[in-house]
């Protein structure tokens, strides 16, 4: 009976501190946004479904990617990769103007940066490691869409080493 008088008592006391702590869901999602925050960190790309069709200007997601990048950059410099896509020189130039113009005004020190068109940076991984998948259907008649085509795997470890 004391113990249950004391558990009453202390209610008042612990259902505050249980009931301001976040949910368990907010700390996924703000884990799961900070794992987006350092992807567009490593990148540092910006490509070019950030921009309207045919326009030099960012839509939403690459005004939150800038975000990213100029609180990034406001502390390093380095290379800024904009990626050309199908856009024409005038079309491209006007985006990379767009995009540092969009960091200049987020508090970047553009003259510090290199932009770059390449590759996304990353770990990437050699072809001879990647996963090939065979069509083992039925061959196809002249008349159906597609064509089969046929790889060489290597048999065994020690050939995709001597690949390396």
Known sequence: MKTMLLIIAALPLILPAACNRPPVRDKVRALQNLQIEN?????????????????????????????????????HSGKLNILRGDADNVLYEARVSSALQEL???????????????????DGMLSARAIIVIDNQQPRSPTQEGRNVSFTIPSSQSNVEAME
Do not use: K, S
């Not at 690459?62 to 609180?71: F, K, N, P, Q």
């Open 104 to 122: 200049a005004v987020l508090g970047v020190q553009t003259d510090r940066l290199q932009v770059v068109d390449e590759l996304p940076p990353g």
């Open 39 to 75: 992807g567009i960190i490593r990148q540092r790309t910006v490509y070019p479904y950030h921009f309207l069709v045919e326009t030099a200007n960012l839509n939403e997601l690459g005004t939150y990617d800038m975000e990213i990048l100029a609180r990034y950059f406001e502390r």
